[in-house]
């Protein structure tokens, strides 16, 4: 089952619930807040704001997070249950991802970047560092290349994550030659002509606690996504829909 824009209900958490059921939410999160906060007196975190628009009896919790500066869907569960099933699910790899980001190439490079990526990282001082031993294994597969429209020397990358690796698309994209513009943190400095950095968790496959199928949820026209080629367009489309078709065989 393919879910496609806002649902009805939850107008009191002020953000787009894509999915929602007792056991869950899939929530669209601005870039900018955060996903959870050790402390927050002004409850300004998307847990807090979630935490605050549930009934006291319920405690949100989190299988997975996004940073701070990405945007884009979260799960949030609502239930021990749900909790415990996302993190096995996540543990056994069954959550497929995609991401959107863009990001500064040099012409001719569409070609080498597109595929598997495979490397090593370990986490240093909130970064990630590309390691030849001892890190932790990070498969990134490029899907999709395109000029971002009126950004010159910039495009937009389809990715879809075989792992989920802290910092893994900044610090991959990076290693690659094809750094996310603007990504102060992997030696790329601002242009200092306002925030450029985007990336966004725009697609995702996963099973909500007690189904039996799995889902697909995506916001096609989310009106804060950044304009798109048409041809990438189409390409994350076809993704979704290959979810779809992969689901409606099951059934």
Known sequence: MKIDGPVVGWTRLGLPVLFES????????????????????????????????????????????????TRGIVVIALTDEAVRFHNEQLRAGRWEKVYLARVAVNPGMGRRLLGTHTLHLRTRDRRAEVVQSGGKRAVTEILALAAAPGRPDEAHVLLRLHTGRYHQVRATMAALGAPLVDDWLYGIPSTGRGERFYLEHVALRFTPWGDRQPRAVHWREDPDREPLDPALRASLDRIVEGWEGRDAEKR
């Open 22 to 69: 007792v056991h869950e939410l899939a929530v669209v999160k601005p870039a900018g807040v955060a996903t959870e906060l050790t402390s927050d007196p002004r409850g300004v975190s998307l847990l807090a704001r979630v935490d605050a628009a549930t009934p006291a009896r319920v405690v949100p919790r989190l299988p997975h997070r996004l940073d701070r500066v």
